[in-house]
């Protein structure tokens, strides 16, 4: 996540900055003059695990630090060392480090960390729960979730593994209880007795258990615990080791293992086309050996062992590769997957960063080739017979394959990229691959070769100035960069970061930089993105970063979803929403438009059809796509060579540029329809006049 003017860009062409004083009049040709097709998967999601968007966030799972694999770290810096390090970690003594967090003792219980007797070699640390020889009532675990748990009348599925201790087993056990509970009141929404053998109940292996737990009712409020109970007077004076604690509400289109379901239904809303996972950073992981490796989040949750995230918290790798492709299946989108390409970050990030050296580099080609087989092999071969075995028998198909992340932080991608494309494509030959460094951004000086047929994933993190001054930035693009024609591009990751200042965007966290997307943040992009849509034939793909934001952590604000454990608190921002209906209003084909009154800026324009509702040239709902940066109104003429009947219109708008969406006023910015009179349409149904509101992008609907 860098701006790209840092890196020495060069900006092609900027719009004028003539002001549009005398209003606007637009020729738009329907009937008459060249179209292009639009780009079919122009609007789409990037993911990676920052802002606990992933585990806490988007991958269901209710339980926090379910398996002991690891903990929080603080990445500072100290004025007689070099670079950053660890400078505060939850585990005091080893930084990422097991730890106990979420977890909480009931009754006269004591909960520690033990590593004599682990689950799997993959989690190597349980938990040791003793229950004191005097122990009465109710005794056992608890945990708080991700800053609580949701609790509706709705079926939750529990599952945990246990062992007894062998030399004090007292084999008297007949029934554990899980239940949910208020974490305020002690009340108990759900519980379920799971009967025990205690005598057959072995010391040797772990015992998965699991249970369904039905609440009645809707708790009031997300501050909720989960607990794993015994009777003291059947276990006094017994020790058990326990891990894998699972809880999971009903998931997106009831996958095992599988999404959260309310955040899944909000970005399915807007339409995406694609998917682009895993990173961002968390790929290359911060050093080579703790980079996203595919072969480590797959199959059982027993062999998973996780990884230190690359945003400070610990990523338990339940949401995998694999349910990263059903995820795309689900939502019936492409998968765009990014493979490591042997280039990690470091924890100093002082440059350069860690680079597989050169002839070492084969390895880390053959894990990637391995990774596209297991997705799209037959049963036939190795890797597709094991995802196979893993539930999924039917192959995937994956249009497109990044090569690495924002390389244009290293000075070796002009080498790395062509041994593993060269590699990939003999294999692939249908597929698209995405290089991270192009021309403008090689810190080497030496260009990166991205052969025809190919993209480049290029970075925006700037101010709305800046998408207002660079409108006309991909109009020229391929012939200015000496690709030519046959070199697309993908924005993979791109927003209004901060406020228009001298200096430009503001990448500290002071008071330049935006804390959520306001308006003018949205009017920014939303310019960029109308740059997108009428220039179909460079830019292909794009997606907005970052895409989800835990309200209780986080590493980077502004973003596009946030959320906390409680559905109700979920906010759609104002930069989701223009989106939104982008997507949903793309048309088919771009549609010829001549200004002939007035210019861009304050207003900028788009025009496209759906052509193929009808089938005819003159036929369709035509889109019109309006944006006023100016806080006063503007009138706008449409002239058209075909007859209008009726204009709808989509309008998302505020007087107050710097407003947002927010925790209890999250719709404060959202799109409001609305339909023109009659009387706005002339000339024998030719002509639409419209008064563009101040600050407010709108699509209008013509049939």
């Not at 086309?273 to 703790?290: A, D, H, S, V």
């Not at 951004?441 to 030496?446: A, E, L």
């Not at 306001?518 to 907005?544: F, K």
Request: charged share 15%.
């Amino acid at each position: 996540m860098v701006p790209l003017v840092a890196l020495g860009v060069l900006l092609f062409s900027c719009t004028t900055t003539a002001q549009n004083t005398t209003g606007l009049t637009l020729e738009i040709s329907v009937a008459s003059g060249t179209r292009n097709k639009t780009a079919p998967y122009l609007h789409g999601l990037f993911f990676e695990d920052i802002n606990h968007s992933g585990d806490g966030g988007l991958y269901a799972e209710l339980i926090r630090n379910r398996a002991f694999q690891g903990s929080d770290v603080t990445i500072g810096g100290s004025s007689n060392i070099k670079g950053s390090h660890i400078v505060a970690s939850e585990n005091p003594l080893v930084p990422w480090g097991p730890t106990l967090t979420g977890w909480r003792a009931i009754g006269s219980a004591r909960l520690s960390l033990d590593v004599l007797n682990p689950l799997s070699t993959a989690l190597p640390t349980v938990m040791r729960v003793d229950i004191p020889v005097d122990a009465t009532g109710e005794v056992g675990i608890l945990n708080e979730g991700w800053w609580g748990m949701d609790i509706q009348p709705q079926e939750y599925t529990a599952s945990f593994y246990i062992k007894p201790a062998q030399a004090v087993y007292s084999k008297s056990l007949t029934h554990i209880t899980t239940s949910l509970r208020s974490n305020a009141t002690g009340e108990i929404w759900a519980a379920e007795e799971i009967r025990v053998d205690g005598p057959t109940l072995s010391t040797l292996e772990y015992t998965q258990f699991r249970s369904t737990l039905f609440p009645a009712k809707a708790a009031p409020d997300s501050d909720n615990t989960f607990a794993v109970t015994f009777n003291a007077s059947e276990v006094a004076g017994n020790s058990f080791f326990v891990s894998l604690v699972s809880l999971f509400p009903p998931t997106y289109k009831d996958r095992p293992n599988g999404l959260r379901k309310d955040l899944a239904e909000v970005l399915a809303e807007i339409r995406p086309k694609f998917l682009r996972f895993p990173g961002g950073n968390n790929l290359e992981g911060l050093t080579i050996q703790t980079r996203w490796q595919w072969k480590k989040n797959i199959g059982p949750l027993t062999e998973r062992p996780g990884r230190p995230g690359d945003w400070s918290y610990y990523n338990t790798d339940g949401l995998g590769y694999l349910e990263f492709l059903e995820w795309c299946e689900d939502m019936e989108i492409e998968p765009l997957l990014s493979v490591y390409a042997g280039y990690s970050l470091d924890i100093t990030n002082i440059s350069p960063a860690n680079t597989v050296p050169q002839e070492s580099m084969q390895p880390y080609i053959t894990e990637a080739l391995e990774q596209l087989e297991y997705a799209m092999g037959s049963t036939e071969t190795k890797w597709g017979a094991l995802r196979a075995s893993h539930g999924h028998p039917s192959p995937f198909q994956i249009r497109f394959v990044e090569i690495g992340n924002e390389d244009f932080f290293s000075s070796s991608y002009y080498w790395r990229f062509p041994l593993f494309y060269s590699a990939l494509k003999a294999v692939y030959p249908n597929v698209t691959f995405i290089a991270t460094q192009a021309t403008e951004s090689s810190p080497s000086g030496i260009n990166t070769a991205i052969p025809a047929g190919n993209m480049w994933d290029m970075h925006h993190y700037e101010t709305p100035q800046f998408f207002k001054d660079n409108f006309n930035y991909f109009d020229n693009w391929q012939n200015a960069s000496g690709y030519g024609d046959g070199v697309q591009i993908f924005v993979g990751e791109y927003s209004v970061l901060s406020r228009d200042r001298p200096g430009g965007v503001d990448w500290s966290n002071g008071v330049g930089r935006f804390a959520y997307p306001t308006m003018v943040a949205a009017i920014g992009e939303a310019i960029y993105g109308l740059a997108m849509e009428r220039n179909p034939h460079v830019v292909q793909l794009s997606s907005y970063a970052p895409l989800l934001q835990n309200f209780n952590a986080y590493q980077w604000t502004p973003n596009f979803i946030a959320f906390t454990a409680d559905t109700k608190d979920t906010v759609r921002s104002t930069s989701y929403y223009w989106q939104k209906m982008f997507s949903w209003y793309k048309g088919t084909e771009t549609l010829p438009v001549r200004n002939s009154e007035g210019g861009f800026d304050p207003v900028w324009w788009h025009a496209a059809i759906d052509a193929e509702e009808t089938g005819t040239l003159a036929a369709g709902r035509v889109y019109v796509k309006l944006i006023n940066a100016d806080t006063t109104p503007h009138a706008i003429t449409l002239n058209l060579d075909v007859k209008v009947s009726t204009v709808n219109g989509t309008i998302l708008t505020n007087e107050d540029e710097y407003a947002f969406n927010y925790r209890n006023n999250a719709t404060a910015i959202s799109p409001k329809t609305f339909t023109l009179d009659e009387s706005v349409i002339g000339n024998g149904g030719k002509q639409v006049t419209y008064e563009l509101p101040g600050l407010a992008i709108v699509v209008l609907e013509l049939k």
